[in-house]
């Protein structure tokens, strides 16, 4: 019989707020020379109306045996929040300062694409563009490159359109 190892916590939304959130995950060493440092992978999550809120109860299905760090983007009208968290135990830490992040808001006045990453079939991956208005993932079309013999992925981003991309990096790196 199969046992399902994992940890769930639950964020309340309040009305016009849509939170995500993803784990953070360190590559290992023996696969740093063709991988990023850093994969994210977005955190499922199941959702219960409460009048005018969201209760949001999301699941790390491999937590480490140390801790997982974890960051938190909550949508809202016209701006995105950040913030980090540590998953230790059984408890959510979340920071009381915001933790400096660079991002960008990507928008453009003509259809373009955002092309050439490694795909990666279970879902981590060093960067993430999403859509502010629903706070889903833009999805990537899938191409073999001929070239490096590799399934690479791409993103067509509508003109007049915002969006919200990231990426995790060391502090050392520009």
């Given at each position: 019989m199969e046992t399902i190892e994992g940890k769930h916590f639950s964020i309340t939304d309040p009305e016009g707020v849509n939170t995500v959130i993803y784990q953070i995950n360190k590559t290992e060493k023996e696969f740093l020379k063709d991988s990023p440092k850093y994969t994210i992978e977005?955190?499922?999550?199941?959702?219960?109306?409460?009048?005018?809120?969201?209760?949001?109860?999301?699941?790390?299905?491999?937590?480490?045996?140390?801790?997982?760090?974890?960051?938190?983007?909550?949508?809202?009208?016209?701006?995105?929040?950040?913030?980090?968290?540590?998953?230790?135990?059984?408890?959510?830490?979340?920071?009381?300062?915001?933790?400096?992040?660079?991002?960008?808001?990507?928008?453009?006045?003509?259809?373009y694409e955002i092309k050439d990453f490694k795909y990666t079939p279970n879902l981590?991956?060093?960067?993430?563009?999403?859509?502010?208005?629903?706070?889903?993932e833009v999805k990537p079309t899938l191409y073999f490159d001929e070239e490096t013999n590799e399934v690479k992925g791409k993103c067509k981003l509508k003109p007049y359109k915002s969006y919200f991309a990231f990426e995790i990096r060391d502090k050392k790196e520009n």
């Amino acid at each position: 019989m199969e046992t399902i190892e994992g940890k769930h916590f639950s964020i309340t939304d309040p009305e016009g707020v849509n939170t995500v959130i993803y784990q953070i995950n360190k590559t290992e060493k023996e696969f740093l020379k063709d991988s990023p440092k850093y994969t994210i992978e977005r955190l499922d999550f199941m959702e219960e109306i409460r009048g005018n809120m969201k209760r949001k109860t999301f699941f790390v299905d491999k937590p480490s045996k140390e801790e997982d760090q974890l960051i938190i983007l909550s949508f809202g009208k016209d701006k995105v929040i950040v913030n980090m968290a540590l998953l230790k135990e059984n408890e959510v830490s979340i920071c009381k300062k915001p933790v400096p992040l660079k991002f960008d808001n990507l928008y453009q006045e003509y259809e373009y694409e955002i092309k050439d990453f490694k795909y990666t079939p279970n879902l981590k991956r060093p960067m993430c563009i999403i859509d502010p208005e629903t706070a889903e993932e833009v999805k990537p079309t899938l191409y073999f490159d001929e070239e490096t013999n590799e399934v690479k992925g791409k993103c067509k981003l509508k003109p007049y359109k915002s969006y919200f991309a990231f990426e995790i990096r060391d502090k050392k790196e520009n």
